[in-house]
């Protein structure tokens, strides 16, 4: 069985991979990772593009669509991957099971059982729909 942490790893591992590689495999170059939504008439509504490097990559999309991917570009997403890093970095094993993060503040209970961090429930919930996901991890 996976424990929340191994799962949390490979999830990130997965979406570092995915955000930083193109359509062919091939590795996207970090100043391609940025993608803009561009309106392709003076009213947006009508739709536009996604632009990365002043080069049109999604062309003639709906608004809300192309708004959507350019929102969620390469360069979110990586950013994403690393701020749950840097939380699990936090909220990690102390060798006893234990959450290190949890119960830091004298106010905080300290979590007994790192599978049952707040922390790393809320970011495993993310990826509920994998088939690894233990339903056990779902924030109450
Ligand atoms: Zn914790």
């Not at 191994?6 to 091939?26: H, I, K, M, N």
């Not at 991957?81 to 909220?91: F, S, T, Y």
């Not at 060798?95 to 495993?124: F, S, T």
């Amino acid at each position: 069985m996976t424990d929340i942490v191994d799962f949390l790893r490979s999830r990130l591992d997965e979406d570092e991979l995915f955000a930083a590689r193109g359509p062919g495999g091939q590795p996207i170059q970090p100043a391609d990772l940025v993608w803009t939504y561009e309106p392709d008439t003076a009213d947006a509504r009508d739709g536009g593009s996604v632009v990365a490097r002043g080069h049109r990559i999604l062309i003639d999309s709906p608004m809300v669509i192309a708004a959507h991917v350019a929102r969620w570009d390469p360069a979110r997403a990586l950013a994403e991957v690393e701020a749950k890093r840097r939380l699990m970095a936090e909220h990690r094993d102390d060798g006893d099971g234990h959450c290190q993060g949890c119960g830091m503040n004298a106010y905080e209970e300290m979590c007994r059982n790192i599978d049952n961090c707040p922390v790393l429930a809320a970011l495993a919930s993310v990826y509920a729909h994998h088939p690894e996901y233990d339903e056990t991890w779902r924030p109450a």
